[in-house]
């Protein structure tokens, strides 16, 4: 499974952005979980959203949840995670994956993940 991420850029706060990413196989549901990361510089991936095998969605917390949706299009082979209200504290290298990894299946782990997209950065400025 390949992974190719979009969507990134420089944005100004308080403004939306949709990220992409485009699987190179059909990711339908009850195989494939979805999810996206970020990280920055010096710190761990994090976790940032997933849907899960049974399409349920996992958020890490209630102010993602808020601003992000993430979704997934397995006719088209697409993830997408919406950003509304961009905050500078948003600012990351996003990451999209695909599980899983036989390994754990800890949705909100990276360790559930096999497949990885190269990044796509995202930087908002105040």
């Known amino acids: 499974v390949q992974l190719q991420a979009s969507g990134g850029g420089l944005v100004q706060a308080g403004t939306s952005l949709k990220l992409s990413c485009a699987a190179s196989v059909r990711i339908v549901g009850n195989r494939y979980a979805v999810a996206w990361f970020r990280q920055v510089p010096g710190m761990d991936r994090q976790f940032v959203a997933a849907?899960?095998?049974?399409?349920?969605?996992?958020y890490s917390s209630d102010s993602v949840k808020e601003r992000f949706t993430i979704s997934r299009d397995s006719a088209r082979n697409t993830v997408t995670l919406e950003i509304q209200s961009l905050r500078p504290e948003d600012s990351a290298v996003y990451y999209c994956?695909?599980?899983?990894?036989?390994?754990?299946?800890?949705?909100?782990?990276?360790?559930?993940?096999?497949?990885w997209g190269q990044g796509t950065q995202v930087t908002v400025s105040s």
């Open positions: 994956s695909v599980g899983p990894s036989g390994i754990s299946s800890n949705v909100a782990s990276h360790t559930a993940y096999a497949y």
């Open positions: 849907i899960n095998r049974s399409g349920g969605r996992i």
